[in-house]
C-alpha cells in the first residue's frame, strides 16, 4: 500500500475541508519591490496574488528599466526622481562588475580589501541615500500620499533590501510582509533571530557552518564589520527620515523588525541551519516550476547534442557580459568539450567560439534546466538561478562575481553539488577541467538531485506559503502574536546587561561587606590578644 | 468571489498532485512514551501513524497503569522493573499534590519555596532514577536488545520528558523525532534554540514575555536554577550511563540534541514568541477534533440548562479529586450559579452540591467544549486541556495546581482568554465571582474566540504535519541539514568566549607594547633633555 500518497491526500483534503477559516473579499496589497534581479522573483508573487483575485499596486520610479509601467497584474504608481536609483541604470552594473574584479584580480592584499570594500560602500551609501530620497519624494507629494491612504490596502508586501516600503508602511499604519533574503546592509536573519556568530556565518566571510578557532575569529570580524556598516552608512540617513517624519518615539531599526511576517526566499537544503523566528516563512525556490517544452529551434539544438547531452551558461540579470579576456578563454573551454552548450551572452561574440556553442541573447533558463539533456548549468550563483538548477537537480560549475553570489556557490560547494571557480583566475583549460569534473563525477549530480528529493519534500509547496501567509496578513489585520517586542528594549536590557551589572554590584557589596565584616572581627580579635598578652 | 477559498483549493491540489516526492512503504516505528497526560497525546499519534498504514511499537513498563499492553493500534514490548516508576502509580500525583498544596498555603516565605523546591527535586530525581534503571533494564537485556535490533525499526518517536528513548536510539543508531514540550528539566526550547531571558520566560519563573526590571532579575534566577538543577540532579545518572554504555565521545546533553526532529506540542497563539530552529515544527493542538452528539443523557442535561448553558468542570488525567475542603468551596460556589455545571470529579461526594451540579467519573471533554451551550471551563492548565478549550473558543476560569500548568494559565490569562485563582486561598465566594466574571464578561469569550480562529488558521493542520515530519524522517532517514550541530562545539566556543579571549588578548598585547614603546622613548627623550642641560 501506498502509505506515503495516502497521507498526502489525507493531508490535501483535510487543508481542502478546513472549515472555520474566514472568508474574504479579494484583497489590496500594495508592493514597494526592489529593481534588478530582486523584482524578478517580487514579479512572480504578484502574479501569484493577481491570479488569486487580489488587486496589486506597484510603486515604481520612473526611470525604472525592469519594472514596467504596464502590466496585466499589476497598477503601476510611478515616481519621478531627480536621478535614477542606481541599480535602475542597465550600465550599472557591468561597470561596477569590471571594477570589483580588477580589484579581486590584485586580491589577497590589504589595499584590495580596503578598495574592494570601499567601492561596495560606496554604491551602497549611493542606493540608500537614492532610497531615502524616494521616501521623501512619496512623503512630501500629497496628491500621491492622498491616493496612498485612499487606496485603503490591506497589507504592504515590500522587499526591504531598499526600505522604501517599511516606512510607507508605517506612515500609512498598514500590516507589512516581506519578501526577503537581505534587508539593509546583510543577511534578514541577523537582526529578526539570535545568531552566534560561532556556528552562524555572517554576510561576506565566506565561511560554512563548520568554522576553526581562526575563521570564527574572521568570522567575528565581518560580524563586528557588518554591524559597522549598518550603523554608520546605511542607518543614519533613514534614522534622519523616522525623526522627522514620525517624532523619536521609534527608529528606523525598530520599524525594519516590525514586518508581521518575513517571507525568507531561503531554505535550509541551501541554507545553513540557524535560529530562526516564528514569522519567518521560508520560501526559497517558490519560483520554481516544472519545465515546459522548449521552442523548436532550441529543442532540435540540444536534441543533436546525442548522448552528451548539454550545458548551460547564464550570468543573471544584472550581468550581461563578462570582460573579454574571460569571455575568450570560457568560449576556449568551450570549444573542447564533447557537449552542446547554450550560453546567454549579450557582448561581443569571441572570435574563438567553438562549433558546438550557442549564442543566445535570452534563454528559457527553468524549460533548459528541467531538459533531461542538460548535464550542467554554468551560473554566477545568483539565488533565482540557484534554487532552478535544486528544483530540476542540474549540478552547477559556479563562477560567482558580485554580491551573495560568492555566498550562495559555498553553500552549494560544501553539499558537493557545485564546483567553484575564481573569475579573476580563469583560463580555458582550468574552465574545461572544472566543467568536466561537474560532468563526470557522479557525486555532483547525485548530491544536487538529493538537494532537488528533499526541497520538493515540503508539507506545503513554497508558492502556496507565500500566498497563504500573506493572505494569512491580510484576514488577521497582521500576526502580532507571532512577533516578539524584543527589539524594543534598550540593546543593554535585550542582553541582560543591566541584570547583569545589578547581580555583579549585588555580589560585590554582599562580598565587600562580608570581608569587612571579617576583617573587623579579626582585627578586634587581635587586640584582645593583644591587651590580655600585654 | 470567495478569493480565500479558492486560494485553499490551490494549495490542496498542489499538495495532493506533489509529484516526484519518494513513495514508501508502511514504516516501523519504535515509541518511548512518558507515562501519566503525556501519554494521552502521545496515543493520539500513535493512532493516526496506525491508521496511515505503519506498524507502532510501544516499549512499555509492566507496571504501568496508562500505557496499556493490548490496543488495536501497537504492539507493545514490557520491560519489568524492581519498583514502578512514580508517574505510573494512580495515586503518586494525589499524594503529592497535597503536600505541594500544603506547602503553598504558607506560601511567601523563603522557606516555603525551598521546601517547594525541594518536593519537586526529590520527585524529579526520583522519576529521572527510575528512568535511568530502565535503560538500564533494556540495555542489560539481551533478548530485549537483540529483539529491538531485529525490529528494523525506520525511527524512534519518544517524548524526551524521560529520555529512555534517546539512549535506546542512539543505541540502535535510528533517527529520532521527539513529541515534546519538555525535556529532562525544562522547556524544550532551552537547549535547541537561543533563548535571550531578557524576553523568553524561564520555566518556573511565571512571567511573560514583557517583564520589568525586578521580573528580569527574578527570571534569571529561575534560568540558572534551571541549570544548575540539569546540571547537578538530572544529568549525572544519564551521563552515567552515556559513558558507560557508549564511551567518552559522546555526553547525555549531545544525545538529547541530537533528535531530527521536534514535533513541539506547542503553538504561539499561545506560546510568547520566541527564537525557534529549522528542525522545531509546531503541533501544539494537533489532538483537537471537531466535537461530537454527547450520550443522550448527558445531552439532555445540557440541554436543560437553557439560555444560561452549562459550566464543564475537569482537572485532568492525573489529579482525581481535590482535597475536601477545596472541593466543597467549589460545590458551594457552583450551587449559586443559574448555569447547570458537569464536574468531573473521583473522590468523596461534597455534602453541599447544588442542584445543577452533575458530578460525572469521565466526561467527553472535547465533545462537551464543543457543544454551543458550554460558556465556560474550569481547569487546572494542563496542555491538552487547554488547546482543546482554545480549540473550541470557550473561556477558561483555572486552578493551576502541579508543573506548568501554572505557566500554562498565565499564557491564557496574558490573552485575556482565562481567570485565574489560587487553590490555596480559594473560597466558594471568590470562586463563583470568577466564574461569573468570565460568563459574563464578553472579553474572556472574544479573546478565547480569537485564539481559536488564529490557531486553526494554519496552512497544514499540526495532525498532518506530525505525520508529515515523521514519514519524511522516515523517507529521508533523518533529517540532518535542518539540525545545527553547534552542540558539539564546547561551551567556550559555543558562546565564542574562547574568540574574545583572543581578541582581547591581542588588543592587550599591542596596546601594552605601544605604551611601553611611548614610555621609552619619553624616557630617552628625558634623558637626551637631562644630559643636554648637564
Given at each position: 500500500m501506498n502509505v506515503l500518497k495516502a497521507s498526502h491526500?489525507?493531508?490535501?483534503?483535510?487543508?481542502?475541508?478546513?472549515t472555520d477559516l474566514p472568508s474574504a473579499l479579494a484583497g489590496k496589497v500594495l508592493v514597494f519591490p526592489v529593481d534588478g534581479s530582486h523584482w524578478v522573483n517580487m514579479n512572480i508573487l504578484i502574479g501569484v496574488l493577481h491570479s488569486s483575485g487580489h488587486e496589486v499596486t506597484v510603486v515604481r520610479?520612473?526611470?525604472?528599466?525592469?519594472?514596467?509601467e504596464d502590466s496585466p497584474h499589476y497598477t503601476a504608481i510611478t515616481v519621478t526622481l531627480p536621478e535614477p536609483i542606481n541599480i535602475e541604470k542597465p550600465d550599472f552594473?557591468?561597470?561596477?562588475?569590471?571594477?570589483?574584479?580588477?580589484?579581486?584580480?590584485?586580491?589577497?592584499?590589504?589595499?584590495?580589501?580596503?578598495e574592494f570594500y570601499w567601492q561596495m560602500l560606496t554604491s551602497l551609501y549611493g542606493m540608500h541615500r537614492q532610497a531615502s530620497q524616494l521616501v521623501v519624494e512619496i512623503f512630501e507629494n500629497p496628491v500621491l500620499m492622498k491616493q496612498l491612504y485612499e487606496g485603503r490596502y490591506d497589507v504592504v508586501l515590500t522587499d526591504?533590501?531598499?526600505?522604501?516600503?517599511?516606512?510607507v508602511a508605517h506612515k500609512l499604519g498598514l500590516p507589512m510582509v516581506y519578501n526577503v533574503r537581505w534587508i539593509t546592509s546583510g543577511e534578514g536573519h541577523f537582526v529578526v533571530a539570535p545568531s552566534p556568530p560561532s556556528y552562524v556565518p555572517a554576510a561576506g566571510s565566506l565561511m560554512s557552518n563548520r568554522m576553526s578557532f581562526g575563521e570564527r575569529v574572521k568570522n567575528i570580524f565581518h560580524y563586528v564589520l557588518n554591524m559597522c556598516i549598518d550603523q554608520f552608512i546605511v542607518r543614519p540617513e533613514y534614522d534622519k527620515l523616522v525623526a522627522h517624519y514620525f517624532g523619536l518615539e521609534t527608529d528606523f531599526y525598530h520599524l525594519l523588525q516590525g514586518a508581521d511576517i518575513w517571507l525568507m526566499r531561503s531554505d535550509f537544503i541551501f541554507e545553513f541551519p540557524r535560529p530562526t523566528m516564528p514569522n519567518i516563512i521560508y520560501i526559497g525556490g517558490f519560483q520554481c516550476k516544472p519545465s515546459e517544452p522548449l521552442p523548436p529551434d532550441l529543442e532540435e539544438f540540444v536534441k543533436g547534442s546525442g548522448e552528451h547531452g548539454v550545458v548551460i551558461m547564464s550570468l543573471g540579470?544584472?550581468?550581461?557580459?563578462?570582460?573579454?579576456?574571460?569571455?575568450?578563454?570560457?568560449?576556449?573551454?568551450?570549444?573542447?568539450?564533447p557537449q552542446r552548450v547554450i550560453w546567454r551572452h549579450l557582448g561581443e561574440r569571441p572570435h574563438n567560439l567553438g562549433n558546438n556553442t550557442l549564442?543566445?541573447?535570452?534563454?528559457?533558463?527553468?524549460?533548459?534546466?528541467?531538459?533531461?539533456?542538460?548535464?550542467?548549468?554554468?551560473?554566477?550563483?545568483g539565488t533565482n538561478g540557484i534554487y532552478e538548477s535544486i528544483y530540476h537537480g542540474v549540478p552547477v560549475v559556479g563562477i560567482p562575481l558580485l554580491f551573495d553570489q560568492f555566498e550562495n556557490m559555498l553553500r552549494l560547494q560544501v553539499r558537493g553539488a557545485a564546483k567553484v571557480l575564481d573569475a579573476t583566475k580563469l583560463d580555458s583549460q582550468?574552465?574545461?577541467?572544472?566543467?568536466?569534473?561537474?560532468?563526470?563525477?557522479?557525486?555532483?549530480?547525485?548530491?544536487?538531485?538529493?538537494?532537488?528529493?528533499?526541497h520538493k519534500d515540503q508539507p506545503t509547496q513554497p508558492q502556496d506559503s507565500a500566498l497563504y501567509w500573506i493572505e494569512y496578513v491580510m484576514r488577521h489585520k497582521g500576526a502580532a502574536h507571532l512577533r516578539t517586542e524584543s527589539y524594543k528594549m534598550p540593546w543593554y536590557s535585550y542582553h541582560s546587561l543591566d541584570v547583569m551589572a545589578f547581580l555583579l554590584a549585588v555580589v560585590l557589596t554582599v562580598g565587600g561587606a562580608v570581608i569587612l565584616t571579617i576583617r573587623y572581627l579579626c582585627l578586634c580579635l587581635c587586640r584582645r590578644k593583644k591587651s590580655k598578652l600585654e
Open positions: 491526500c489525507l493531508l490535501a483534503l483535510s487543508v481542502l475541508f478546513a520610479t520612473a526611470s525604472s528599466w525592469y519594472i514596467k552594473f557591468i561597470t561596477f562588475l569590471s571594477k570589483m574584479l580588477e580589484i579581486q584580480k590584485r586580491g589577497g592584499s590589504p589595499l584590495a580589501f580596503v526591504p533590501g531598499l526600505p522604501v516600503g517599511v516606512l540579470t544584472l550581468v550581461k557580459a563578462l570582460p573579454s579576456e574571460i569571455t575568450s578563454e570560457i568560449a576556449a573551454g568551450f570549444a573542447q568539450l549564442l543566445v541573447k535570452w534563454l528559457p533558463q527553468n524549460d533548459l534546466l528541467g531538459h533531461p539533456k542538460t548535464r550542467a548549468f554554468v551560473a554566477h550563483g582550468s574552465f574545461l577541467e572544472a566543467v568536466q569534473e561537474v560532468l563526470h563525477q557522479p557525486s555532483y549530480r547525485e548530491n544536487m538531485q538529493r538537494l532537488s528529493r528533499l
